[in-house]
């Protein structure tokens, strides 16, 4: 345990599990912190991450949901760390690195997280958003439950392939740099984490319509094992006028693949042609649920 840091017992309500030392060091070595940088930290807990990221030199803006380990750790980091207490999700990630950036709004801005197994996807897809629309970051280091790491690294025509591993390659190159043993938490969870780094950069297609697409990859993994025609049908049919048939032959897609084999320049080449379609006599803009 790091000098100065708390020892207020984990609460499960918050699905708090404690990295020990050693795993922190194992952590920060993939992190590898520099002076310069503005690290957004997402549960920072006691601050096991949070003190040495910042003895590093580097500026941290870490948001706690728990009051207490909140007002814990103010009380002990450096002038360089803001701690927010509050729920990550209901803070806009955007504005709090623009705030936080001042005049340095061209540093590096990272992402690291400890996140609540329960919330792990939610959140990843506010980072998601966020770099989406405001290209707010350069990577992010997350500790997840290892079955969500699995599917954030998928590859297409795998059995964990789906909405979470293609909305997050959009935007980033993801990779499982290592699994967690329950031993390596206090109190040990009952399941395995991993860590994933997310490397952000341009998305490799154009995706003109993001909603539509999200929606379009959501529609057709409910039913990934079925023929794309008859995957795709029902969702087309309600927007388009264009028959499900044609606008596959228009993407250059076969209708007897199945939606899990369908990798992000199949996906996007099917939302652009959907979303062209939309435009003929009859059309509707699909409504998100």
Not at 22 to 30: D, G, N, Q, R, T
Not at 218 to 238: C, D, E, H
Not at 256 to 284: I, N, Y
């Amino acid at each position: 345990m790091s000098p100065g840091v708390s020892k207020l017992p984990a609460r499960k309500r918050f699905g708090q599990h404690f990295l020990e030392p050693a795993w922190v060091s194992k952590l920060l070595a993939v992190i590898g912190p520099d002076p310069h940088e503005l690290f957004v930290e997402i549960g920072p807990g006691s601050g096991q991450l949070t003190l040495p990221i910042a003895a590093c030199g580097a500026q941290v803006v870490a948001v706690e949901v728990d009051r207490d380990r909140a007002t814990s750790l103010s009380r002990i980091a450096p002038p360089h760390v803001r701690v927010i207490t509050g729920d990550i999700l209901a803070q806009d990630l955007a504005e709090l690195v623009a705030a936080a950036a001042g005049s340095h709004a061209s540093r590096p801005v990272r992402v690291v997280a400890n996140l609540p197994y329960n919330l792990s996807s939610p959140i990843l897809f506010q980072i998601l958003t966020a770099q989406r629309t405001h290209h707010c970051f350069r990577d992010a280091t997350l500790m997840l439950q290892r079955e969500v790491a699995d599917r954030i690294v998928a590859a297409p025509g795998s059995r964990t392939y789906g909405p979470l591993a293609i909305l997050t390659r959009v935007a980033a190159d993801a990779e499982r740099v290592f699994t967690v043993p329950p031993g390596a938490f206090r109190p040990p969870p009952r399941v395995r984490s991993a860590v994933v780094t997310l490397r952000f950069r341009s998305p490799p297609v154009t995706i003109a319509d993001h909603a539509l697409f999200e929606q379009l990859v959501r529609r057709l993994f409910t039913l990934r094992r079925k023929m794309l025609l008859n995957a795709f049908g029902p969702f087309a049919s309600t927007v388009s006028t264009v028959s499900p048939r044609e606008l596959l032959e228009r993407a250059g897609l076969a209708s007897e693949r199945r939606p899990e084999t369908l990798d992000l320049v199949d996906l996007a080449a099917l939302a652009e042609t959907l979303r062209v379609s939309l435009g003929d006599p009859g059309s509707s803009r699909p409504v998100l649920q």
